[in-house]
């Protein structure tokens, strides 16, 4: 069978560019192809994360990623398979020189079992494999974390105090192949810019400023007063309005709502919360000495690693960790409440007059 030079896994992590990255990759096809490099089609997602379940034989333990994979697991799985046939098909028809697979949701400990998967498997569609990631600082990453969580189910998941570590090391000792980790902060990257930091770190021959730029990245970041709202709504302490079927419905009206919605402010962790998160981690020298990776925002720990651990462990609200401005929650839920409503009554004239 025809085999690639190189297969690029890049495993993100999430909220480092991402998918500007593999926006921008999927929109450049042809320039991509000129050069020798495949990004195969990932389907219905930005990313690869329908593949990625034949690539490991192992599916992710939370159950909101899982549904947006499929059905259930034997159809997901039949899926990832036949997914890796056209990509087996794709290669020996093409005969590309690099492989390029992405998936920010591939950020997470893995078995041995699934690794060693990963690498027999690699072996077969490509002579080398390399892993590329890009890691942020704990506070940003951990406030971000947060907020991806709120707008999904209503607690947010709590990480390790080595989650960079916890996916990276058994990369390192089962994989088959170089591991790059690479600090991501705007000061770091090549331009300021994810995708051309990407390019100059695991796709050198190409110019970024030759690739075209996908649909504009949408900034989902929201307001403390959106997170605590949408945690609120996920916990079932705020009804549903009316025309609304489901809370995944009424998240995005809040996102759109607290976009126009006067007084928005970025999030901030509260100082003290910032230093739990960052006194609590126990990975710093290891990064530095696997990958020369120094977080320059993170000075030395103002409390034990124990007593970390136990604030830590005590954060459950997004009031617990950010400011948030309760008039301003308050009028965010009535502009929701009277956007659901509005878009309720003209969703059922539409269907009445059978447009839709």
């Not at 997901?76 to 920010?104: F, G, N, Y």
């Amino acid at each position: 069978m025809t085999k690639a030079k190189r297969l690029i896994l890049h495993i993100g992590h999430g909220k480092t560019g991402s998918t500007s990255i593999q926006r921008a990759l999927r929109a450049s096809d042809k320039q991509l192809a000129a050069q020798g490099i495949l990004f195969p089609d990932p389907g219905r997602h930005d990313n690869h994360q329908l593949l990625f379940p034949y690539l490991h034989g192992d599916l992710p333990d939370d159950p909101v990623q899982l549904q947006s994979l499929g059905r259930d697991p034997a159809q997901i799985m039949k899926q990832a398979e036949s997914l890796w046939h056209d990509l087996l098909r794709r290669i020996e028809r093409e005969q590309p020189e690099t492989v390029v697979l992405s998936c920010e949701n591939q950020f997470r400990p893995f078995p041995e079992a699934a690794i060693r998967r990963l690498a027999q498997l690699s072996d077969q569609i490509a002579e080398q494999t390399e892993v590329y990631a890009w890691l942020r600082s704990p506070a940003p990453f951990f406030l971000s974390n947060v907020q991806q969580n709120v707008k999904k189910r209503p607690e947010f998941r709590f990480l390790t105090p080595t989650r960079c570590r916890d996916v990276l090391e058994p990369f390192l000792l089962y994989g088959n192949g170089p591991v790059h980790a690479r600090l991501f902060a705007r000061e770091a990257l090549i331009d300021g810019d994810a995708v051309s930091d990407f390019c100059h770190a695991a796709l050198p021959q190409i110019d970024p400023k030759t690739l075209t730029r996908g649909l504009s990245e949408e900034n989902t970041s929201v307001s403390a007063e959106a997170m605590a709202l949408l945690q609120e709504i996920f916990r079932e302490a705020r009804p549903l309005p009316r025309g609304v079927q489901d809370r995944k419905a009424l998240r995005k009206i809040v996102v759109a709502q607290d976009a126009v919605l006067p007084g928005k402010i970025r999030p901030k962790l509260f100082e003290h919360v910032r230093a739990i998160v960052e006194a609590r981690v126990t990975e710093y020298s290891w990064l530095e000495e696997t990958f020369g990776i120094v977080f320059p925002d993170v000075g030395p720990a103002e409390m034990p690693q124990a007593q970390a651990e136990a604030a830590y462990a005590a954060l459950r609200d997004i009031t617990d960790i950010c400011s948030v401005n309760a008039a301003r929650q308050e009028a965010l839920w009535q502009a929701t409440c009277a956007a659901a409503t509005q878009g309720g009554v003209l969703d059922r004239l539409v269907r009445k007059l059978g447009l839709r």
